[in-house]
């Protein structure tokens, strides 16, 4: 019988009904929405099968234990009861990731080495042999998340980041988290077989996660090192199985996918990030500026990531570029539903349209929209 435990799944704030939505549309059930994340209930497997196919989340957590400490001593004699040889090899290495807010703990690297003390403690005890430890992060990671006097431990599986998803090497300027690129594309309206047009496409991470999206390819399968996969109870035929399951359930993505930008080399990136990820060839990328495009006459939708005034450009330039975005919108995307993702509310009112939905996400600590506008044919009524 595998062992099973709470997961929880991080993602972004404002992401996590999206996750959620991921999450049972993967087949699992008995799920919790938390603002930060998912919970749920599985088995290492389930750990590695949501690592392999998530878009949206930051990491999968697996728990350890949970447990009640007032003060460091107890978190260290709790610890030292939890048997952790099960999952750390003797002869591995482990990190230890925290967020701490325990008012006797001033510095949570302090409450990392009394856990770490404990685990070493128990190895010691009973093989005289302990795992190494230190700062690398591309070995077994453990994560603690203690506030007040309630503490949960867990084996990170991820181990780094899979919001990132692998296949960007060239980041350019400004570039979307991957994982808010498939956030903000599963919240629209694209149906993954109609035209996606995106211009000012940088990196092309929203071009990119749109064929990944519509190709069922897993974003998993970019990464060849996550935490689960040094913990003592995986099994490696188990994952190449789940990866070669994934791997036959790609299919041709159906849509046209289009992504321009003014600056050749921004295109040149963006390329390079396409074939890396496998994809260039479902996404036609041209070097244009947004207001000489021509706009393929099937519908589907059109979406812009501006600069917003925080880190490139400034907002007064910026102006004139949201009221030709509106003008596009008006002129050549009858039939489109639009959207433009941005940071900036005020340049945002510049499109001069009626927005249809203003959906919340952050990128990074910058507080965002995505604007959706319905580009009617004619008037509205018709
Ligand atoms: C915020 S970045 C987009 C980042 C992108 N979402 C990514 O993940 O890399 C904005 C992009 O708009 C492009 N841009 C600026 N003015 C433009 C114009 N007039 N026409 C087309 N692209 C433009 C810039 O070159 C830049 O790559």
């Known amino acids: 019988m595998e062992k099973k435990a709470n997961i929880f799944v991080i993602c972004a704030p404002e992401i996590s009904s999206i996750l959620h939505k991921e999450i049972k549309t993967l087949g699992f059930s008995n799920t919790k929405e938390h603002r930060l994340g998912v919970q749920l209930f599985g088995s290492l497997s389930d750990c590695m099968y949501l690592n392999l196919q998530l878009r949206t989340a930051n990491k999968v957590l697996w728990e350890v234990s949970k447990l009640y400490a007032a003060n460091p001593d107890q978190l260290y004699n709790k610890a030292i009861n939890i048997a952790w040889e099960e999952e750390i090899n003797i002869d591995g290495y482990f990190n230890i990731d925290s967020f701490v807010k325990n008012d006797t703990i001033t510095d949570s690297r302090f409450a990392n080495l009394k856990l770490k003390d404990a685990i070493v403690d128990r190895f010691m005890k009973a093989h005289k042999?302990?795992?190494?430890?230190?700062?690398?992060?591309?070995?077994?990671?453990?994560?603690?998340h203690w506030v007040e006097t309630e503490c949960i431990l867990y084996y990170d599986t991820s181990g780094g980041v899979i919001a990132k998803h692998g296949y960007r090497k060239i980041p350019g300027s400004a570039p979307m988290l991957e994982s808010l690129a498939a956030a903000v594309i599963m919240v629209s309206k694209w149906d993954c077989k109609s035209p996606f047009i995106n211009p000012m496409c940088g990196s092309g991470t929203l071009a990119i996660e749109a064929a990944l999206l519509a190709s069922n390819t897993a974003p998993g399968l970019f990464r060849d090192n996550f935490g689960f996969m040094h913990l003592a109870s995986y099994q490696e035929t188990q994952w190449n199985e789940m990866c070669e399951r994934a791997q036959k359930q790609i299919k041709p993505c159906e849509a046209k996918i289009y992504a321009s930008d003014i600056s050749e080399e921004a295109i040149k990136?963006?390329?390079?990030?396409?074939?890396?990820?496998?994809?260039n060839k479902y996404i036609e990328f041209t070097v244009s500026d947004f207001r000489q495009l021509d706009i393929a006459k099937e519908p589907g939708i059109i979406i812009?990531?501006?600069?917003?005034?925080?880190?490139?450009?400034?907002?007064?330039?910026?102006?004139?570029?949201?009221?030709e975005i509106g003008d596009l919108f008006k002129q050549k995307c009858q039939g489109y539903t639009g959207y433009v993702f941005t940071?900036?509310?005020?340049?945002?009112?510049?499109?001069?349209?009626?927005?249809?939905?203003?959906?919340?996400?952050?990128?990074?600590s910058i507080e965002c929209r995505l604007l959706e506008y319905e580009l009617y044919r004619g008037t509205r009524k018709e």
Do not use: H, Q, S, W
């Not at 940071?343 to 990074?364: A, C, E, H, M, V």
């Open 343 to 364: 940071g900036n509310r005020i340049l945002g009112k510049n499109i001069g349209l009626r927005t249809k939905r203003k959906i919340p996400f952050y990128n990074g």
């Open 304 to 323: 812009l990531n501006p600069e917003y005034g925080e880190r490139l450009g400034y907002e007064d330039e910026l102006v004139g570029i949201y009221k």
């Open 129 to 144: 042999k302990r795992p190494d430890t230190g700062p690398e992060k591309d070995k077994t990671r453990i994560y603690m």
């Open 269 to 279: 990136n963006a390329k390079f990030n396409a074939e890396e990820a496998r994809m």
